[in-house]
Nanobody, 124 residues
C-alpha cells in the first residue's frame, strides 16, 4: 500500500508559478513510477506529467511541455510538479498517482494509487 498526499495548490494569477508536492508513505517509493494528472470541472481526468520508476524517462502532455517540470526526491519520498507561466486553462484539481514498477504511463487506469487532489486556480 502507498498513501499519497498532495499539497501546494492555490490561487495564482496568469503568468505566475506554483509548486505542487506529493508526499508518499508505505512501500518503497523508488519502485513506483509517479505521475500527475488533472481534472477540470465537467472534463475527464487528463495526463500532465510522469516519470518511470527508474527515473530514466520523463513524459509531459503537449499542453504543459516547456512550462511544467516533474521531479522527485527519493530521500524525502516526495514528487514535485513545478508549474510556471500558468494559464487560466491550467485550472483544475491536480492529482498525484503511483504505478508499481511503471514506465510513466499517460493512462490513468494504469496507476495503482491516488492522492486526494489539490486545487489549482489560475485567474486571468
Amino acid at each position: 500500500q502507498v498513501q499519497l498526499v498532495e499539497s501546494g495548490g492555490g490561487l495564482v494569477q496568469a503568468g505566475g508559478s506554483l509548486r505542487l508536492s506529493c508526499a508518499a508513505s508505505g512501500r518503497s517509493f523508488r519502485t513506483y513510477a509517479m505521475g500527475w494528472f488533472r481534472q477540470a470541472p465537467g472534463k475527464e481526468r487528463e495526463f500532465v506529467a510522469a516519470f518511470s520508476w527508474s527515473g530514466g524517462s520523463t513524459y509531459y502532455a503537449d499542453s504543459v511541455k516547456g512550462r511544467f517540470t516533474i521531479s522527485r526526491d527519493n530521500a524525502k519520498n516526495t514528487v514535485y510538479l513545478q508549474m510556471n507561466s500558468l494559464k487560466p486553462e491550467d485550472t483544475a484539481v491536480y492529482y498525484c498517482a503511483a504505478n508499481y514498477y511503471g514506465l510513466g504511463s499517460q493512462t490513468a487506469a494504469e496507476y495503482d494509487y491516488w492522492g486526494q487532489g489539490t486545487q489549482v486556480t489560475v485567474s486571468s
